[in-house]
Nanobody
Framework: QVQLVESGGGLVQPGGSLRLSCAASGSIFSINAMGWYRQAPGKQRGLVAVIYSGGSKNYADSVKGRFTISRDNAKNTVYLQMNRLKPEDTAVYYC?????????WGQGTQVTVSS
């Protein structure tokens, strides 16, 4: 079993920045990918950014140039640096880790962008 602990959400003004963290622990033998998804009220959960074991990254078009995903392999931790935040970035952000045994979700952390 894999446990994920997210942190870093909160309330920020438009144009501000936040950094999300997600630490994985438990029966981790190999991590194939680590990523962030988000779900706004009334909308489906969608991919924000993902980083693969080889280091390649993918971003949703709406966050390209503003968000940066990174990972610390030694700590089994993935980060999401979010800059120039917009009100439409408001959502619950979920971490997902894919290992050889399956995909695992974090509990979610609220990000609210409002003046």
């Amino acid at each position: 079993q894999v446990q994920l602990v997210e942190s870093g959400g909160g309330l920020v003004q438009p144009g501000g920045s936040l950094r999300l963290s997600c630490a994985a622990s438990g029966s981790i033998f190999s991590i194939n990918a680590m990523g962030w998804y988000r779900q706004a009220p009334g909308k489906q959960r969608g991919l924000v950014a993902v980083i693969y074991s080889g280091g390649s990254k993918n971003y949703a078009d709406s966050v390209k140039g503003r968000f940066t995903i990174s990972r610390d392999n030694a700590k089994n931790t993935v980060y999401l640096q979010m800059n120039r935040l917009k009100p439409e970035d408001t959502a619950v952000y979920y971490c997902k880790v894919v290992t050889g045994t399956g995909g695992y979700w974090g509990q979610g952390t609220q990000v609210t962008v409002s003046s």
